[in-house]
């Protein structure tokens, strides 16, 4: 199994930023890739971002490009998510999960592991 821990939500005025980290540990070397996702109240689960378990490569979801940026600490095991110009529309639970197979996927639902999330709220 692989555990996905996050950390870092919180409270922050919009143009501000926060940075989600999240630690995997357990048998991590089936891990392909590590996304975020986050979902507002009455809203699907929406992709934000991805990285390879190698950290070299990325994709983002068009509403978080030019942003949020996602990173790797290969010696950590922990992707971070850095948010950048946050808007009242970034306020969501934010997820990290992980996935053993296949490239680039924006549906949740190719990914096999999730971490319990982290609330971020962006006041206007």
């Known amino acids: 199994q692989v555990q996905l821990v996050e950390s870092g939500g919180g409270l922050v005025q919009a143009g501000g930023s926060l940075r989600l980290s999240c630690a995997a540990s357990g048998r991590t070397f089936v891990i392909n890739r590590m996304g975020w996702f986050r979902q507002a109240p009455g809203k699907e689960r929406e992709f934000a971002a991805a990285?390879?378990?190698?950290?070299?490569?990325?994709d983002y979801g068009n509403s978080v490009k030019g942003r949020f940026t996602i990173s790797k600490d290969n010696a950590k095991n922990t992707v971070y998510l850095q948010m950048n110009s946050l808007k009242p529309e970034d306020t969501a639970v934010y997820y990290c999960a992980a996935k053993r197979s296949g490239d680039f996927v924006t549906s949740p639902n190719f990914y096999n592991y999730w971490g319990q999330g982290t609330q971020v709220t962006v006041s206007s």
């Open positions: 990285i390879t378990w190698s950290g070299i490569s990325t």
